[in-house]
């Protein structure tokens, strides 16, 4: 199957906690993370579908705005744990991967794409994973 990638970068500060536990208790369960920091995240984002008469199965241009306009812009020089969607969820990249896969599932301009999948790096070692 033919696809295509695009990486994106985005810098963004959080906190590794549960809204209903003690600082204390958010400390012994996430150590060091439970303390307010931040990441230079890479986000992947890989589509497949018809290669249209221009060649393309998404001219990357078009890819790149979509994909700024609808994750980028929130989520670079954000605090997460600020987000509305992280109200009640822990900002790990588990959670983010998803909420991004969902995001960029949803919208309309995916309609004659698949997303195959998104992938996000916390750090260069550690990254989550979404598939379609
Ligand atoms: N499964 C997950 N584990 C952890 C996540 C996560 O999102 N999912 N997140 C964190 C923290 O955000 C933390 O910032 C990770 O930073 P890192 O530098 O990788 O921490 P380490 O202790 O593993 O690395 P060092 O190089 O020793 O600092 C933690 N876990
Ligand atoms: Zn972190």
Known sequence: MLSITRQFRFDAAHKLERT????????LLYGKCSALHGHSYTLEVTVSGPVDESGM????????K???DLV??????AYLNELEEYRNEVVTV?????HIFRTLSK???FNDLT????RLYETADSWATVTA
């Open 20 to 27: 209903e536990l003690s600082d204390q208790e958010n400390q």
């Open 57 to 64: 199965i998404i001219n990357f241009t078009e890819l790149k």
């Open 66 to 68: 979509l994909v700024t």
């Open 72 to 77: 980028i812009t929130r989520y670079d020089h």
């Open 94 to 98: 588990e959670n983010m991967a998803l």
């Open 107 to 109: 919208a309309s301009e």
């Open 115 to 118: 997303l195959l999948r998104i």
